[in-house]
Structures are given as C-alpha cells and as structure tokens.
Nanobody, 123 residues
Framework: QVQLVESGGGLVQAGGSLRLSCAAS????????MGWFRQAPGKERQFVAS????????VYPDSVKGRFTISRDNAKNTLYLQMNSLKPEDTAVYYC????????????????WGQGTQVTVSP
C-alpha cells in the first residue's frame, strides 16, 4: 500500500499560482500511476490531472489544460501540481491519488487517496 499526504494549498488571488505537493510513503512510488482530483462544496469530485508511472504521459481535462501541470519526482517519492492563472472556479479541496492501473482518469480506479488540501482563489 501507499500513504499520501498533500500540502501547498492556500488562499490566492485570481491570476495567481500555487504548487501542490503530494508526499508518498510505503510501497515503491514508481509502481503507481498518479492523479489529482478536486471537489468543491456541493459538487462531485472532478478529475484534474494524471501522470503515468515514469511521467511519460499526462492527461488533463479542458478546464485546466494549459494552466495546470502535473509532474513527479520518483527519487523524492513526490507528486506535484503546478497551477497557474488560477480562477475562482478552481476553488476546491485538492486530492492526490494512486492507482495500480497504467493509465486512467476515473476516480473509482484510484484506491489510495490523501486527505486533501484546500485551495481558495479569490476574485
């Protein structure tokens, strides 16, 4: 199994940037594909980004494409999400998640989750 802990959330003005981190421990980090999801109050959990085990392929929904970048450092057992040009609609709790699948964007394919970190974007 793997344990995940997110950090880096906070309050930022629209147009600003944040970098989220997700520290992994337990089983070898590079054996997992990783993802970022978010959930705003009263809304369903939403896919934000995913990356394959060695970072060769990443996937984004149109809502964040060109603004967010997912990356990983397997030597540091850490996943990142660089968020630029933030908008108020990006406000949510952001979660990192791990899966044994090679590539997926569906939250039900990710059995391992962190506790989440709050991102708030003011107008």
């Amino acid at each position: 199994q793997v344990q995940l802990v997110e950090s880096g959330g906070g309050l930022v003005q629209a147009g600003g940037s944040l970098r989220l981190s997700c520290a992994a421990s337990g089983r070898t980090f590079s054996t997992y594909a990783m993802g970022w999801f978010r959930q705003a109050p009263g809304k369903e959990r939403q896919f934000v980004a995913s990356i394959t085990r060695y970072g060769v392929t990443s996937v984004y929904p149109d809502s964040v494409k060109g603004r967010f970048t997912i990356s990983r450092d397997n030597a540091k057992n850490t996943l990142y999400l660089q968020m630029n040009s933030l908008k108020p609609e990006d406000t949510a709790v952001y979660y990192c998640a791990a899966t044994d699948r090679v590539r997926t964007t569906y939250d039900y394919d990710f059995p391992y989750w962190g506790q989440g970190t709050q991102v708030t974007v003011s107008p």
